[in-house]
T-cell receptor, first 115, second 111 residues
């Protein structure tokens, strides 16, 4: 069975601090996708990144970076120089590349950036 | 290009009634997914439709049902509403095997 764990329920930091959101996953599939989504108070889930299981390259997009380590089954997300607009709930998710096409989500991490 | 659109944004129903939620996928996407986000329960997979057929179903009772139309839009029906059905219902779309994009959701309140 697939499982995604986001152990940090809530994180609160002061603006301009760096913050890392942890994600650990379990799957018996050899090929899969990992995702991060952002959910602002409006409710919409905003897609941030998709990573294939066979691509362990880290990725940077502006202030956002992602660290994928297959050896530890982790896909962590770092925001550098955080801003108030980064405040949201962030979800990590896992999906088979073939098959059921069901996203399995972690419980989410509520990130609050204080001015 | 328009994203996934859902209607209504908010819906208030009485226990025992039926609710119908609608979703239009991103143009070109053939798959539509429904998720429930109830308070304290996280994001739960409800249904997956592709090319008009139900492909997968989550662990929900049969009173949760839906369909996908020839234009790939979809509706979710919840019959015999219960108080615990109050939740944000998120629709998403994709091409099969690709990134899943979500709409803004429909807030259902059962009173």
């Amino acid at each position: 069975a697939q499982k995604v764990t986001q152990a940090q329920t809530e994180i609160s930091v002061v603006e301009k601090e760096d913050v890392t959101l942890d994600c650990v996953y379990e799957t018996r599939d050899t090929t899969y996708y990992l995702f991060w989504y952002k959910q602002p108070p409006s409710g919409e889930l905003v897609f941030l990144i998709r990573r294939n299981s066979f691509d362990e390259q880290n990725e940077i997009s502006g202030r956002y970076s992602w660290n994928f380590q297959k050896s530890t089954s982790s896909f962590n997300f770092t925001i550098t120089a955080s801003q108030v607009v980064d405040s949201a709930v962030y979800f990590c998710a896992l999906k088979e590349i073939q098959g059921a096409q069901k996203l399995v989500f972690g419980q989410g991490t509520r990130l609050t950036i204080n001015p | 290009e328009a994203g996934v659109t859902q209607s209504p944004t908010h819906l208030i129903k009485t226990r025992g009634q039926q609710a119908t939620l609608r979703c239009s996928p991103i143009s070109g996407h053939t798959s539509v997914y429904w998720y429930q986000q109830a308070l304290g329960l996280g994001l739960q997979f409800l249904l997956w439709y592709d090319e008009g057929e139900e492909r997968n179903r989550g662990n929900f009772p049969p009173r949760f049902s839906g369909r996908q139309f020839p234009n790939y839009s979809s509706e979710l029906n919840v019959n015999a509403l219960e108080l615990e059905d109050s939740a944000l219902y998120l629709c998403a779309s994709s091409l099969v095997g690709n990134t899943i994009y979500f709409g803004e959701g429909s807030w259902l309140t059962v009173v």
